[in-house]
């Protein structure tokens, strides 16, 4: 970071103008702020997010930047809280709980003059599996501090990292991108096509990861940080925002705390304003990797027409081992992809939680038998025994298909 180097630019060409882009958004966006980089109180204006967004050059990038920051009064200036703790400029919520701006057009994160539109420095993408989050849809950001650079965990460069925990190894898998202090992710959800609620996942510390959720305004111009917790009728349905530890207990320290951003899960095309590209090919021409990561072949959609066992993995992988995994909440079980069938604990395995609960079927998975899997019926579930455990309300039609399916589908117990 010491001299500041700017982010390489693509080349030109493929802008990073997200969907229904804000105008000017082609050519390579370049950082280039020669800063140390946003670290707290690196000071203001130059410190944005580095991936410089829409703009065409380093020059309109600063421009793009300070009229970023202006809304973003309240976030600079506390680097006296500790130092520790990520509050610079740029996409931020000011970590001083009493000094959170409380609207999204104060963080730095969304045009402050339309908050529908995210600030030119963020990075759009899309994941190959989602989380499914009762049919609303979802927009993905990704806001990187200046100069830093993402590392993805590389089994055969840093063979050290791969050992198990307590050998000294990382939680989080082969392809999780580490993102670097300073880094904040924005997730937008849409329901009907109206924006409803807006989360922001920072990376604060070396240790630390918070999350807030900001509930748009009916009339859709701006969104308010949420305390805690909220339910709310939208429609036929009951939203739930979440509240800051319910963040933190599906962004779990074992699964790395940014879930979405894996190689797995980033390798696919993503619709650029300057036109379709991969998002390891722009991630990687913009520089923001540490060292180029090898290819990991992407997740299968869970709805596209590839083969169903590996859908219905990359479903459970997205949607439950989350919590489902070594290291995390119910660790005895691991639902990720990469578990071989016999490895993941389920097949004719006697539930460990709630047996008083005489309702709840007593085996995890029963092949051929989704009726009598705990998988299937927590999934079924609207209240009491649901699945996810956290967040959601509304069951996936689509997904407990996919699994009752694959259940089906399963002849015998390895
Ligand atoms: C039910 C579990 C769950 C809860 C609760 C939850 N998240 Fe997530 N979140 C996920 C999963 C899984 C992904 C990745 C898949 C996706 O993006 O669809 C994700 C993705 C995100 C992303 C995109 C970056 C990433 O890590 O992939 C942001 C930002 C985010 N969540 C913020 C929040 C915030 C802030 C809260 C609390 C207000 C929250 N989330 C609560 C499960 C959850
Ligand atoms: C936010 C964390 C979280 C997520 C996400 C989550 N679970 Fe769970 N799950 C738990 C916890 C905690 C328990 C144990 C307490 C309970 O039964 O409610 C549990 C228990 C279970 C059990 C019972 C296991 C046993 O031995 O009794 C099954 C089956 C299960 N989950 C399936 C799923 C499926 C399928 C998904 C995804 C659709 C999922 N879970 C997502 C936290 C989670």
Known sequence: MAGGTPLAGSGGGS????????????????????????????????????????SGSAGANSAGAASGASGTSGASGTAGAGGLVYSGPGCSVPVRENDEPML???????????????????VPYDVNSPLWSDGAAKERYLSLPTGAKIQVKDCSAEP???????????????????????????KVFLLGGARIETRLLMHVSDTQWRGYSYEWNEAGTDATLLPDQKDKVI??????????????????EGAGRSLGPTTAQMNRDYAYAGGAMNQL?????????????PRIAPYPSPSG??????????????????????????????????????????????????????????????????????????????????????????????????????????????
Not at 33 to 49: P, Q, S, V
Not at 176 to 186: E, F, K, R
Request: proline share 6%; glycine share 14%.
């Open 160 to 186: 050290d990292t791969c050992k198990s925990v307590d050998d000294g190894g990382t939680a989080e898998d082969e392809g999780h991108w580490d993102l670097p202090v300073g880094t904040t992710l924005v």
């Open 15 to 54: 802008g990073m103008a997200t969907q229904g882009g804000s105008g000017g958004s082609s050519g390579a966006p370049v950082a280039g702020t020669g800063g140390e980089g946003g670290r707290a109180g690196a000071g203001a204006g130059g410190g944005m997010g580095g991936l410089g967004g829409m």
């Open 104 to 122: 999204l057009s104060q963080t730095g994160c969304v045009d402050p003059t339309d908050p529908t539109k995210p600030a030119d420095t963020l």
């Open 281 to 293: 090919d722009k991630f990687e021409a913009l520089g923001a990797f540490d060292h180029v990561p």
């Open 235 to 252: 429609g036929a349905q009951t939203w739930h925002y979440p509240s800051r530890s319910q963040c933190l207990a599906c962004h779990t």
């Open 305 to 414: 027409d590839g083969e169903l066992d590996a859908r219905a993995r990359s479903y459970l992988h997205a949607n439950c081992a989350i919590c489902h995994r070594p290291g995390a909440t119910v660790s005895d079980m691991d639902l990720r992809f990469e578990t071989p069938f016999a490895g993941m604990a389920l097949c004719n395995q006697v539930i460990t939680a709630n047996e008083d609960d005489l309702t709840l079927p007593r085996l995890r998975l029963v092949p051929g038998d989704p009726t009598n899997s705990s998988l299937s019926y927590r999934m079924h579930a609207s209240t009491g025994q649901r699945m996810p455990k956290l967040g959601s309300n509304v069951v996936d039609a689509d997904g407990t298909a996919l699994i009752d399916q694959w259940i089906t589908s399963i002849t015998s117990c390895p």
